[in-house]
């Protein structure tokens, strides 16, 4: 197991309350975010499961291959974790990364008691090892699913640099529900991908106002993709966790099917809107266009009171 | 990439009992440093693995000030370095000394 750091004489929750979660390594995620030394890490760094594709391109390796797997304790009860570290390689899922996920996700569905958190932070599937990645997205989804069938909650937790986009945005979507902060975004095609393949008329990546508003953490809460929103700080995730656990149901098809009704129903309520403010409009918010500026704490009365959670659904 | 190995000496065995420890991470202008308590009290070694290639006096150098400093007897350090200048490099060398002499496992 490896060591965490210490900041001076600062108490663990204090940290926790201080901590960006945005700014934070994928190990403070995990050390800050869990009961305080309960964290123990599976297949560590000391095992050099490095990626078997890096060294053909003449790349650095970290490794843990960016992502931190293991089990600790959440306000006393177990979970199983892992955590993706955005800024090895945009915390991209390569062989060994994706690998590690499954496994976790594999372990939870035999346990089938233990719920598993995932720390997104990703741009996707890492591009140097493609077709290993895409492999791994499609069994980790599947992997989720299993889990989630056999009566495990699967809790996503977004607040990172590099979002969750590509292959993380559609295990996000597998995911029983999930908590966002405002630096989190949620999408597959991200912003310079839309621009490429559509054109600037389509998606001016260059404007960041613009990819806020379409994939950003408060737009995700008020369409109801996320469930919770939380202030940017480790504490905030944790309480945010907690209280997903506590309120995610059992999942099974009539779950699935209300999903579907529930997207069917979004896509007919919205589906004309050129834009975020459009919807956000068409939900009700009096003053549409101020909620990029809205602090966190009146963005979560707002939310609570007007945005759409998925709880019957998902 | 370029590979670099370092051997020293160390005056004494660093503190702490803990095994390994790790900081950092492997990004532009960053490093990961893994260490290992796994080497005779007396000893020091370091490998490295680092994108930035032609720089074998400069980590020579930081290394041994490291050395000097921190006298961190019994243990091998793994790096993998995205680029990082030498004063990233004095500062998460330094950090996982720290880091490995902490109490706990």
């Not at chain 1, 056999?150 to 995911?175: D, N, T």
């Not at chain 1, 996320?226 to 098809?253: E, H, I, K, N, S």
């Not at chain 2, 020293?8 to 660093?14: C, D, E, G, I, S």
Request: aromatic residues 6%; proline residues 4%; contains cysteine.
């Amino acid at each position: 197991m490896t060591a965490p750091i210490k900041h001076g004489v600062q108490f663990p929750a204090e940290r926790a309350r201080t901590t960006s979660f945005n700014e934070a390594s994928a190990r403070m995620r995990l050390e800050l975010l869990l009961d305080a030394g309960s964290f123990l890490e599976f297949i560590g760094p000391e095992q050099r499961e490095v990626s078997p594709h890096l060294k053909i391109f003449d790349l650095p390796e970290q490794f843990d291959d960016g992502i931190v797997v293991g089990r600790g304790r959440l306000d006393g009860a177990p979970v199983l974790v892992a955590a993706q570290e955005g800024r090895f390689m945009g915390g991209a899922f390569g062989e060994v990364h994706g690998a590690k996920l499954v496994g976790l996700l594999r372990a939870a569905r035999e346990i089938e008691s233990i719920p598993v958190l995932i720390l997104f932070d990703t741009g996707g599937v890492r591009l140097q090892e493609a077709n290993a990645g895409e492999l791994a997205i499609a069994e980790i989804m599947r992997a989720v699913m299993e889990a989630r069938t056999a009566g495990v909650k699967v809790i996503g937790l977004i607040g990172g640099r590099s979002g969750c986009y590509g292959g993380g945005g559609l295990i996000a979507g597998c995911c029983s529900a999930l908590a966002v902060s405002e630096p989190g975004r949620i999408a597959v095609s991200g912003p310079e991908v839309i621009e490429t393949n559509r054109g600037v008329e389509e998606f001016d990546s260059r404007d960041r106002a613009l990819v806020w508003r379409t994939m950003g953490g408060k737009h995700r809460r008020l369409l109801g993709a996320a469930d919770v929103f939380t202030d940017d700080t480790v504490q905030g995730f944790r309480d945010a966790a907690l209280r997903l656990l506590d309120v995610v149901g059992p999942y099974g098809l009539d779950k699935l099917k209300a999903e579907q009704i529930r997207l069917a129903d979004r896509l007919r309520s919205f589906g004309a809107c050129e834009d975020a403010v459009d919807i956000w409009t068409a939900e009700g918010i009096v003053h549409a266009e101020d909620v990029p500026e809205l602090p966190a704490d009146q963005f979560i009365a707002l939310a609570d009171n007007i945005g759409r959670t998925s709880r019957d659904a998902r | 990439m370029e590979d670099l190995n370092f051997q020293h000496k160390a005056r004494a065995r660093a503190g702490g009992s803990r095994k390994s420890a790790i900081i950092g991470v492997v990004a532009s202008g960053n490093l990961e440093v893994l260490a290992e308590r796994v080497l005779p009290d007396g000893e020091c070694r370091l490998e490295i693995k680092t994108a930035a290639v032609g720089f074998g006096d400069v980590w020579q150098a930081v290394v041994a000030d490291f050395v000097e400093r921190y006298s961190p007897g019994g243990l091998k350090f793994s790096i993998n370095d995205g680029g990082a200048r030498p004063d990233t490099v004095s500062l998460r060398l330094a950090q996982a000394v720290r880091l490995i002499e902490e109490d706990g496992q």
